[in-house]
C-alpha cells in the first residue's frame, strides 16, 4: 500500500489481481499509481469488492474490455495524501469510494 511523502508515490508500484483475458484466471500484477494532483485523494486500500459489472468486465460480456483488466472499483481505506484542493477528508480519515 502507499505510504510515504507525496513526492515519492509516483515510484511506488502496488499490486492488483488481473486477468489476461475472458477466462478470469487472476494473478497479481504490480502497476505503478500516477503522480496526486491537487485535487486528488491517495488512500491504503483495506478493503475492495467485485460487483455484477465488474464481473461482467472480466468476462468481456460487453466486448469492451481491454486486457490486462483489474476489476474492483468499490474500496474502502485511509486516506495517506490529499491534495491542496482537498477540503472534505484529511489524512487519516477513512474513507469508501464506489
Avoid: Q, W
Avoid at 478493503?47 to 474492483?72: E, F, I, R, W
Amino acid at each position: 500500500c502507499v505510504s510515504g511523502p507525496l513526492a515519492d508515490l509516483s515510484k511506488m508500484a502496488d499490486i492488483c489481481l488481473s486477468t489476461r483475458d475472458p477466462r478470469c484466471c487472476f494473478e497479481a500484477m504490480p502497476f505503478n499509481r500516477h503522480s496526486p494532483g491537487e485535487s486528488d485523494v491517495t488512500l491504503d486500500v483495506s478493503y475492495c469488492g467485485v460487483c455484477h459489472s465488474d464481473v461482467h468486465t472480466a468476462k468481456n460480456d460487453l466486448m469492451h474490455t481491454v486486457y490486462p483488466v483489474c476489476p474492483g472499483h468499490e474500496i474502502a481505506g485511509v486516506v495517506t495524501a490529499v491534495g491542496a484542493k482537498v477540503s472534505k477528508v484529511k489524512i487519516g480519515d477513512h474513507v469508501g469510494v464506489g
